[in-house]
């Protein structure tokens, strides 16, 4: 597997969790509850969200490495 995917996968991960953690604390201090499924798949688009982002941010798109901008 290419690193730089490899590395924003990871960091899509740590967002997905992080959102994660997020929510469970919400949880904790109000009287409100998030369905298991609407959690998993809110975490799986923040997963996918940040992979895109963390790999545009530090590596930017295909386009500006074939015109060698990074």
């Known amino acids: 597997m ?11 991960l740590v967002g997905g969790l992080a959102f994660l953690v997020l929510l469970q604390g919400y949880e904790l ?20 969200g940040a992979t895109g982002v963390s790999y545009v941010y530090r590596f930017g798109t295909p386009t500006d490495v074939a015109k060698g901008k990074r």
């Open 2 to 12: 290419d690193l730089r995917l490899k590395s924003s996968l990871l960091w899509g």
């Open 29 to 48: 201090v109000s009287t409100e509850r998030v369905d298991w499924l609407v959690k998993f798949a809110v975490a799986a688009l923040v997963v996918v």
